[in-house]
């Protein structure tokens, strides 16, 4: 009875032991919060904006909500599918613009790398969407994602189109929440931080946000003025400079790989440089990892130059441009996670 009652006391204090709260840290509480939000399909910065997230996710610095893609083509949606799912979380949830913005520019055409093949003819990537028509809508998959965070808690990556933002921002009650979508951005979201932006004194409009001015003029109008924005302007991340030489020998690994493949298959040397990629950096690193103007405001004009006015208590800050060794730690870092991160 002695030798069976001890073995009893070890199971009990087996499944104590294994039921009580680890001493580390419950990062998962403290770790930033991100929604993606993503022009994917056209520029490579995108890609490795995505795949820096998993990185971070990866490291436990950050925990990925969902990703917004919002470039219309279910081909983009595709894009992202396919980088979720190599690295081992195609469960992540995904939504498309749907009455976006028509035809936008394209630099680099890679929508077709989820499709590529193997040489025996089976698909290179795995993806984990079998219908792409059937994806919420950008403004709809954020409704949901926000009204389950904490409040004041979500920071978002915006590194294309403001469109889904847009008519997040117009949005209603639904099921997911009583808040209109103002509200629910104002309880629930920290920070969003947007590639894009220019700050000088000549007046120049954006690229992006001129794409589709009716959505920037929405956004810029309904955003609430005390939910900070940081803006990261193309000339920070054109310092950093990823050549297609390195992105391919840093993943001499394998050759199944969803970025290697884009730049071994498209004309990837047009001049791309690293700009997506400053917006998750900092929503994950933090203010430390950059220099930062003063607070401020910023309007929008009609040609969608963004107006920087400086005030104290303002919501808005924008990157301000690195030196040649803060370029070269930033290539680093992606360069780090090119080399490391492995398909799961």
Known sequence: MK????????ALFGLFYSCTPSDEPNNDATIPLVIFDTDMGSSTD??????????????????????????????????????????????????????????PK???????MPYYTLSDGSDM??????????????????????????????????????????QLLQSEADEYSEQSGVELVRSKVKCIYMQGGVFGEAEEPDFNLAQGPTFAQTFFSLWPKDVDMVFSPM??????????????????????HPIKQVYLTCDCNTGQR?????????????????????????????ECATIFSAAA??????????????????????RDANISLKAK
């Open 3 to 10: 030798r069976h009652s001890f073995i009893l006391f070890l």
């Open 46 to 103: 995108d890609l490795f904006a995505l795949e820096m997230l998993h990185y971070y996710e990866q490291q436990k610095m950050c925990r990925l909500l969902g990703v917004v893609v919002d470039r219309e083509g279910e081909n983009c949606a595709a894009c992202a599918d396919a980088i979720d799912t190599y690295y081992g979380s195609g469960a992540k949830p995904l939504a498309l613009v749907r009455k976006g913005i028509e035809n």
């Open 106 to 112: 394209v630099w680099i055409d890679y929508q077709q």
């Open 125 to 166: 990537f795995r993806r984990s969407v079998s219908d792409y028509a059937s994806l919420p809508d950008g403004w709809k998959l954020y409704r949901r994602l926000l009204a389950q965070q904490p409040d004041h808690s979500v920071a978002i990556c915006s590194t294309g189109f403001v469109t889904c933002l847009a």
């Open 235 to 256: 000339e920070v991340g054109q310092a950093v400079e990823y050549t297609p030489e390195q992105v391919v020998s840093d993943i001499s690994w394998t050759d199944v």
């Open 274 to 302: 690293m700009w997506d990629v400053m917006t998750v950096v900092h929503a994950v690193e933090g203010d430390e990892s950059f220099s930062l103007s003063e607070r401020g405001t910023v309007t929008l004009t009609p």
């Open 313 to 334: 208590n303002g919501n808005c800050r924008y990157q301000l441009s690195g030196s040649t060794v803060w370029a070269e730690q930033m290539l680093q870092k992606i």
